[in-house]
């Protein structure tokens, strides 16, 4: 199947190799085109760079907008009205670095990213928040671990965004496991209690409490 992804920086370009290495045809798209020309000559056949970001979405069936959270709104208004229908997955983190270097959450503490997401998205648009709880690096490494593969969580809503979001979750070389609601994904973000948590099913489970 084919996904779009916006954002070929650190983290996209990982998630980008691991769904094209299970399989997944991608369209990539990046602010500047040079780093999504990059990542796709990288790829291979697989991935392909699409001139603007909203024409990343053409025949695509889900998108992964892997961008800082401040960026978001704005290309979420760009591409709106491709949206209908299609699985929209964030990795994002609410957070913000200031001139000094110093790392913030950019919300109010009772204030979830899922929540403001939804309130970002077009309606129609079937949203799951995902890829996002562990670092680029230890994403890229974790996949398809053997003999059992490590567990990736998600947050969404909507029943059929979880059903995309699974086989996307597949596709990378993980298993997915449901968090709970968009309201819960502060859990799986910088500071929540399954960010950087690398384990099996069982755990994952007992963790969740099966949500
Ligand atoms: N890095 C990690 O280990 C990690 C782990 C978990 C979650 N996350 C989350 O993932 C998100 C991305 O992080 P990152 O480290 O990958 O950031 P990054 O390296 O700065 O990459 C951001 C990407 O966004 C692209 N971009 C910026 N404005 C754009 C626009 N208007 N249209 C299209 N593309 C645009 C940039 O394009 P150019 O390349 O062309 O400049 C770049 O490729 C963040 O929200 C972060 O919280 C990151």
């Known amino acids: 199947m084919t996904t779009a992804l916006i954002g070929t920086g650190t983290l996209g370009s990982v998630i980008a190799r691991l769904l094209a290495a299970g399989g997944e045809t991608l369209q990539l798209s990046s602010a500047d085109h ?38 978001l709104q704005g290309v979420i208004d760009e591409i709106a009205e491709r949206l209908t229908g299609k699985l929209v997955v964030v990795p994002s983190n609410p957070l913000g670095i200031d001139a000094q270097g110093n790392v913030s959450r950019l919300l109010p503490k009772e204030q979830s990213s899922g929540a403001v997401l939804a309130g970002w998205l077009p309606a129609g648009a079937r949203s799951a928040m995902a890829f996002g709880t562990l670092s680029a690096d230890v994403l890229k490494s974790s996949s398809r671990r053997s ?6 969580f998600y947050v969404t809503d909507d029943d059929r965004a979880g059903e995309k979001v699974e086989r996307l979750i597949r596709t990378a070389g993980y298993e997915p496991v449901k968090a709970g609601g968009l309201q819960q994904s ?16 069982a755990e994952a489970r007992s963790l969740t409490g099966g949500a």
């Not at 003999?147 to 990736?152: G, K």
């Open 186 to 201: 502060s859990r799986l973000e910088v500071g929540g209690d399954l960010h950087d948590l690398v384990v099996g099913t």
């Open 34 to 71: 040079e780093s999504a020309r990059t990542l796709a000559a990288e790829i291979g056949p697989r991935a392909v760079v699409s001139g603007e970001n909203r024409d990343a979405l053409q025949g695509a069936d889900a998108v992964v907008l892997a961008l800082r959270f401040t960026i």
């Open 147 to 152: 003999p059992e593969l490590a567990v990736l």
